[in-house]
């Protein structure tokens, strides 16, 4: 592991060698978009918009993979006055951890499993029982997300967020089971959501899908390590990225390259940018 921001090492040469072949895949909230109190806040860092959409005009593709559906990461990657993530060329995002996939302004999103009904009908009451009635918008607390085909509860504006995590771990474990989701656990997030599909799989079916070269990923949480994982199972140069925090440290022990949060990955990503530029 090295926190040099372009250091020599295999994966990165590879890039820089033949642009072409290269996929750059990212994740969304606590890498291109910094980490805020309201998930409905979050927006790409304006300079990772600005250099993605200089890196997809070098590179074989950008993709986003990402726990959030993939309409609404484009969403939240507008820019107001510069270029955000609908301008990056052949941009692909694959959404709910690739369920979804966005790619010229078209969204495949196939129907959501049964069991996100039933969540959706228990979870309020699940959580008041307890001890964690949702907020009704006013008062900040315990917090549930309705992503469509995944129910995320959210304790970052709870009194007291790791309790309440840990507190919420086993009955949503429980209510996972009863619908046949999995719970996807995440910075202060705990997400039922259905199973079969991960980042890694859908980052690896990408790079089949694209006769990939090489391979850079970039996150910032647990759901990133599958992803982390698919570039070392691809065989291919790879570069994995960590966005790092104080939140979640498992993902820099595996990282090749460590910067500090979704600045770190702006000023990265640039740096590629002109990299490719100059050869
Ligand atoms: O795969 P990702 O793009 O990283 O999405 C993972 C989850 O991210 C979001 O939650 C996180 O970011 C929020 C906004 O900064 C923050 O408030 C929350 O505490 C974080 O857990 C998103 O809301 C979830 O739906 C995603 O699954």
């Not at 049964?114 to 964690?132: C, D, F, I, Q, T």
């Not at 507190?167 to 995440?186: Q, Y």
């Not at 498992?250 to 702006?266: F, K, M, S, T, Y």
Request: aromatic share 2%.
């Amino acid at each position: 592991m090295t926190d040099d921001l372009l250091p020599d090492i295999a994966g990165l040469a590879a890039i820089k060698g033949d642009p072409r072949g290269a996929v750059i895949g990212l994740d969304f909230d606590g890498t291109l978009a910094p980490i805020v109190p309201d998930p409905a806040d979050a927006r790409v860092d304006p300079a990772a918009a600005a250099a993605l959409v200089r890196l997809g005009g070098l590179v074989g593709a950008v993709a986003i993979v990402t726990g959030r559906p993939a309409a609404t990461a484009v969403a939240y990657g507008q820019v107001e006055g510069g270029p955000g993530l609908g301008d990056v060329p052949g941009l692909v995002v694959l959404g709910q951890y690739g369920l979804e996939r966005w790619e010229a302004g078209e969204l495949t999103s196939p129907p959501p499993p049964p069991g996100v009904a039933r969540v959706r009908a228990e979870l309020p009451g699940l959580l008041a029982s307890h001890g964690h009635p949702v907020s009704d918008g006013g008062v900040p607390g315990v917090t549930i997300e309705d992503k469509g085909r995944a129910l995320a509860v959210h304790t970052r504006r709870a009194a007291d967020p790791e309790g309440s995590l840990r507190a919420l771990r086993e009955p949503l474990a429980k209510l996972a089971a009863e619908t046949g989701l999995l719970v996807e656990p995440g910075r202060l997030v705990l997400e039922l959501r259905p199973a079969g599909m991960d980042k890694g799989h859908a980052l690896a079916a990408f790079l089949a899908e694209r006769g990939a070269r090489s391979v850079l990923f970039a996150g910032d949480d647990l759901g990133d390590l599958a992803a982390f994982e698919a570039v070392r199972l691809s065989g291919l140069p790879g570069v994995t990225v960590c966005s790092a925090s104080a939140e979640v440290t498992a993902l820099a022990e595996r990282a090749d390259i460590v910067v500090n949060g979704p600045a770190g990955i702006a000023a990265l990503l640039s740096a590629l940018a002109d990299a490719l530029d100059a050869s």
